[in-house]
Nanobody, 123 residues
Framework: QVQLVESGGGLVQAGGSLRLSCAASPRAFSKYAMGWFRQAPGTEREFLAT????????YYADSVEGRFTISRDNAKATVYLQMNSLTPEDTAHYYC????????????????WGQGTMVTVSS
């Protein structure tokens, strides 16, 4: 069982930055690929970024590539999402997820989810 706890959300003005963190129960953390997703009210959960267990493979959604950066620190059992140049369209609940079998862009293929952290971008 992997427990995930997101933090770092909040209110930010357009053009600003936030860094989200996702702390995991440390057991075998490096064996899990990690992903970040978001969901705005009335929409489906949207893939943002994923990183392999060792950090060597990273993929981004087109909508965030160049603005968001995913990284991980296996010693701290934590994955991060640095978000820059935020716009009101980035307002959503942000979730991290863990997957035992490598990276994926599909939410349905992730094994564990955090409770989410809210990001609100004001214009």
């Amino acid at each position: 069982q992997v427990q995930l706890v997101e933090s770092g959300g909040g209110l930010v003005q357009a053009g600003g930055s936030l860094r989200l963190s996702c702390a995991a129960s440390p057991r075998a953390f490096s064996k899990y690929a990690m992903g970040w997703f978001r969901q705005a009210p009335g929409t489906e959960r949207e893939f943002l970024a994923t990183i392999s267990g060792g950090g060597s493979s990273i993929y981004y959604a087109d909508s965030v590539e160049g603005r968001f950066t995913i990284s991980r620190d296996n010693a701290k059992a934590t994955v991060y999402l640095q978000m820059n140049s935020l716009t009101p369209e980035d307002t959503a609940h942000y979730y991290c997820a863990a997957r035992f079998r490598g990276t994926s862009t599909a939410a349905a293929l992730y094994d564990y989810w955090g409770q989410g952290t809210m990001v609100t971008v004001s214009s």
